[in-house]
């Protein structure tokens, strides 16, 4: 099946400063891929998701393009604020077709924390 | 309307009880799926209910662990004779379909503590 591989971290970051979460994937054709994010005591909530080869997901600032050529999704922000200390977890389908493009593999997971 | 909730939000057993686990999903939704968050394997999948059916169980750890969704909606996970390596967050998550790109939403978690 389909799997992930994410920059473990943790990653520290001073406010306003630039971050790059490094995700690559193996995986059979083109599935969907996943940012989620975990907020200390809450639960998983999407962050961004690219569809298909090529698309740019955003959201709050935070980007990823689905790169098939290196078989990347990297997250990357411009300036990262306080508020943006979380988990991060980088997902993909776990295969594409047979009923199992609906089950989630994720990443280890990146905890970043920003200082003021 | 409300999201995805979990309950309970905090459960310690002793080694050997059973537990079950509550999940509520987004009205509507007809997917659901149960995840486990823990320090060493980080996020697994446990199983898949498409309305009341099961088709996909092949993540539940072993025979100790069951799970049932009724009307369409809420579902219980139970882990039979809990042993320490089940302490795990439990996650619930749900979608409207099991269309690839589909958004899971999920719930806060159960943080369960087997002594």
């Known amino acids: 099946g389909n799997s992930v591989t994410q920059m473990e971290g943790p990653v520290t970051l001073s406010e306003e400063a630039f971050l790059t979460i490094n995700c690559t994937y193996t995986?059979?054709?083109?599935?969907?891929l996943f940012w989620y994010v975990q907020y200390p005591g809450e639960g998983l909530q999407l962050l961004l998701k690219?569809?298909?080869?090529?698309d740019k997901g955003s959201n709050k600032g935070f980007e990823a393009t689905y790169r098939k050529e290196t078989t990347s999704f990297h997250l990357e922000k411009g300036s990262v604020q306080v508020s943006d200390s979380a988990v991060y977890f980088c997902?993909?389908?776990?295969?594409?077709?047979?009923?199992?493009?609906?089950?989630?593999?994720f990443g280890k997971g990146t905890l970043l924390t920003v200082n003021p | 309307g409300a999201g995805v909730s979990q309950s309970p939000s905090n459960k310690v057993t002793e080694k050997g009880k059973d537990v079950e686990l509550r999940c509520d999903p987004i009205?509507?939704?007809?997917?659901l799926y149960w995840y486990r968050q823990s320090l060493g394997q980080g996020l697994e999948f446990l199983i898949y209910?498409?309305?009341?059916?099961?088709?996909?169980k092949s993540g539940l750890p072993s025979d100790r662990f069951s799970a049932e969704r009724t009307g369409g909606s809420v579902s219980t996970l139970t882990i039979q004779r809990t042993q320490q390596e089940d302490s795990a967050v439990y996650l619930c998550?749900?979608?409207?379909?099991?269309?690839?790109?589909?958004?899971?939403?999920f719930g806060p978690g159960t943080r369960l503590t087997v002594l």
């Open positions: 690219a569809t298909k080869a090529d």
């Open positions: 995986a059979t054709g083109y599935p969907s």
């Open positions: 998550a749900s979608s409207l379909a099991r269309v690839t790109g589909d958004e899971q939403f």
């Open positions: 009205s509507g939704h007809t997917a």
């Open positions: 209910f498409q309305g009341n059916s099961a088709p996909d």
């Open positions: 997902a993909l389908p776990k295969g594409n077709s047979g009923g199992s493009n609906y089950k989630l593999t």
